[in-house]
């Protein structure tokens, strides 16, 4: 049976190019929120400025939790090359075989959803080395990405990687409430090595990745996990 996912496409445009400055960003803070942080920064100078203190007050903590909220801390790891690294920062709250239509990799899989609150960094980071295979980005609406119908109804990002074995995952980006911003840096045909940046989402969201059902199962529901760094599975 031909995937939901497939049947709902847009693809990438064709100009769709790498950005290699945020995936090799060097910065404590990823580029995308330096907008943020020199507006609210500026707006608190000028507040202070005119005396308005109280109010400075009020924007120069909105820098901080902005400065806060965009770092993008580097992240090393010395995991097996059969290891699966969590894509994002959160918790994991649900694991599930899944072999019915809303299924991106058209195999019986394992989908392991992964929920980013504010207080995490939304850098997202490659699970495995491989060669992304497509890119499939699917307007939505923006429930809470906690709620389950958020899968299949919320703004998403679809990325298919395929491993140097021939075997294939999917990670998807789901927009939240809140988050209503899905950025990719990468695009189709773009070798990833694990741990590597490919996007973010703004503002609280959750990401799901899709293993082969065959694929062994480290973490558990309720667990904490660190992109980059955390092995979900092998």
Not at 78 to 100: F, H, M, Q, S
Not at 104 to 124: E, G, L, Y
Request: one cysteine or more; charged letters at 20%.
């Amino acid at each position: 049976m031909e995937s939901d996912f497939n049947k709902s496409e847009i693809n990438v445009p064709q100009g769709h190019a790498v950005n290699h400055a945020h995936i090799n960003n060097k910065w404590p803070v990823a580029k995308e929120g330096l907008p943020f942080i020199l507006i609210s920064s500026l707006v608190t100078c000028i507040l202070i400025w005119t005396g308005a203190i109280y109010l400075a007050i009020c924007t120069g903590i909105l820098s901080l939790f902005i400065v806060y909220f965009f770092r993008d801390p580097e992240r090393y790891h010395d995991a097996a090359g059969n290891a699966v690294l969590t894509p994002a920062d959160g918790k994991i709250i649900e694991i599930r075989t899944i072999n019915n239509s809303q299924n991106p990799i058209n195999q019986p899989a394992v989908k392991i959803s992964i929920f980013m609150t504010i207080f995490n960094v939304h850098v997202n980071r490659s699970p495995i080395t491989g060669t992304i295979k497509n890119i499939t980005y699917n307007p939505g609406k923006f429930f809470s990405a906690n709620l389950d119908k958020a899968s299949q109804l919320n703004e998403n990002n679809l990325i298919i990687l395929e491993a140097m074995d021939g075997r294939k995952i999917a990670v998807i980006q789901i927009a939240g409430l809140i988050a209503r911003r899905i950025v990719c840096w990468v695009k189709k045909e773009e070798e990833m090595k694990a741990g590597q940046r490919f996007g973010l989402i703004r503002f609280g969201s959750r990401l799901e990745v899709f293993l082969p059902e065959d694929s062994k199962i480290i973490v558990k529901v309720g667990q904490k996990v660190k992109a980059g760094t955390t092995i979900i599975g092998y």
